[in-house]
């Protein structure tokens, strides 16, 4: 089953604006990380973030974190069509780290 | 390319058959795990190696599905006598240990159970 929801579930906007996606999800984590897919191949580890962070960043990416909520988000800045992609967030809650995946936000950038 | 490699990239069969995955993970991860995602829906957890020990099984893994990493190097995932519903794309991830828990992904294994 699915941990967390995205949303929204497909976003389109136009080359050089912000995307911003976000994730929800229902038990206690110990991390939370954000991947890339294209159409019909592996994922892409984008970023993680510590159930004790509140945000970070990795160049045009920026991660929030909000426990409380139970929700977090993806910001794309200044977003390329190379961005088009689904993008997943995976939390991790059990020693193993094993990861429930939401259903995803299919995003495309236009030229 | 993440480092984690994964055979065959395609795999046709007719139901009822055998088939047999590859994963090799980052030579220095110890933690491999494999999921398995179907159309338009994101990855769902099957089962999860430290070394060489299975230590976790989704209740997905039905009794047809068995996954074994004998020397704690490679894994592979066999599902026996085929269904349609086997259709999808099987991904493998490897990670560093619980400290390192970014999970990265191989290509996948595209299965087509016809």
């Known amino acids: 089953s699915q941990q967390g929801e995205e949303d929204p579930q497909a976003l389109s906007i136009q080359e050089g604006e912000n995307a911003t996606m976000n994730c929800s999800y229902k038990?206690?984590?110990?991390?939370l990380q954000w991947y890339r897919q294209n159409s019909g191949r592996g994922l892409v580890h984008l970023i993680l973030i510590r159930s004790n962070e509140r945000e970070k960043h990795s160049g045009r990416l920026r991660v929030t974190l909000d426990t409380s909520k139970k929700s977090s988000s993806l910001l794309i800045t200044a977003s390329r069509a190379a961005d088009t992609a689904s993008y997943f967030c995976a939390t991790d809650g059990y020693a193993g780290n094993m990861l429930t995946f939401g259903g995803g936000t299919r995003l495309m950038v236009k030229p | 390319d993440t480092g984690v490699s994964q055979d065959p990239r395609h795999k046709i069969t007719k139901r009822g058959q055998n088939v047999t995955f590859r994963c090799d993970p980052i030579s220095e991860h110890n933690r491999l795990y494999w999921y398995r995602q179907t159309l338009g829906q994101g990855p769902e957890f099957l089962t999860y190696f430290q070394n060489e020990a299975q230590l976790e099984k989704s209740r997905l893994l039905s009794d047809r599905f068995s996954a074994e990493r004998p020397k704690g190097s490679f894994s592979t995932l066999e599902i026996q006598r085929t269904e349609q519903g086997d259709s999808a794309m099987y991904l493998c991830?490897?990670?560093?240990?619980?400290?390192?828990?970014?999970?990265?992904f191989g290509p996948g294994t595209r299965l087509t159970v016809t």
């Open positions: 991830a490897s990670s560093a240990s619980g400290s390192r828990p970014e999970q990265y």
């Open positions: 038990t206690s984590i110990n991390n």
